[in-house]
């Protein structure tokens, strides 16, 4: 089974009485347990599909089943739930709230769906992202890389299906990037949860088992990464040549 298929998809946005096709026919698939990239150029589409893979916008046509549901239909209701339950989501920006300690931050799903996250499931994020001793520190006083962290613990907090994450190195320098990769990976392999990464740098899409590229609005192939950030820069080179 896929935690995430996506058939077809078509989106277009229409600004100033022009019509931008953003994505023109967008299909992939990542199975469960998976973890998958998405590379392309700036202005191929990536974040866009990135909100129509989480629900976040809808495509103009085209399919996508996240978590085992087609989203299809949902109300906002209905795709809200599903994204907090079933879904995390890493941004670029890490979304944390200042005054909030990291282990707040990371049991905030459970808060806002009406139960406590359990310790051991909290103690056990910490320990694996790295962030035991900061537990207790306030988001506002944490460096780049440790915020991005406690991102991504948040994001597994409610045991998801699949990980969606944006360019979530965007704001890192190359050591911390670094850092956040071996995390996800780390992360991957213990909790199982599938993950589709969307960067343009290929040090950081070498995490990944399999890259889409993406390129106009349009998937040209995917290839294995055999986690060689030089084999994944070369195979990119060549796939939008």
Do not use: W
């Not at 806002?112 to 909290?122: E, Q, S």
């Amino acid at each position: 089974m896929n935690a995430l298929q996506a058939t077809d998809l078509v989106k277009s946005f229409h600004v100033e009485g022009r019509t931008i096709d953003v994505l023109r026919g967008v299909s992939l698939a990542v199975p469960q347990g998976a973890f998958h990239a998405v590379m392309g150029p700036s202005g191929s589409g990536k974040s866009t599909l990135l909100n129509l893979l989480a629900g976040l916008l809808p495509p103009d046509s085209g399919e996508v089943v996240l978590a085992g549901r087609p989203l299809a239909g949902l109300s906002d209701r209905a795709l809200t739930l599903l994204r907090r339950r079933a879904v995390g989501i890493v941004f670029q920006d890490c979304n944390l709230i200042p005054t909030l300690t990291v282990a707040q931050n990371v049991a905030l799903p459970a808060l806002l769906d009406g139960r406590d996250l359990p310790p051991g499931r909290l103690d056990a994020l910490l320990g694996l992202v790295g962030l035991t001793h900061r537990r207790d520190q306030p988001a506002d006083r944490l460096s780049g890389g440790e915020a991005q962290r406690t991102a991504i613990a948040r994001a597994f907090a409610m045991e998801p299906g699949i990980i969606l994450a944006d360019e979530p190195t965007g704001n890192l320098d190359s050591p911390a990037a670094a850092d956040f990769c071996a995390t996800l990976t780390r992360l991957n392999r213990a909790l199982g949860a599938a993950i589709l990464l969307i960067s343009h740098d290929p040090q950081v899409a070498a995490a990944a088992d399999v890259v889409h590229v993406l390129r106009d609005g349009r998937v040209l192939g995917a290839f294995e990464t055999r986690h060689d950030p030089a084999a994944v820069s070369a195979a990119y080179l060549r796939a939008l040549a």
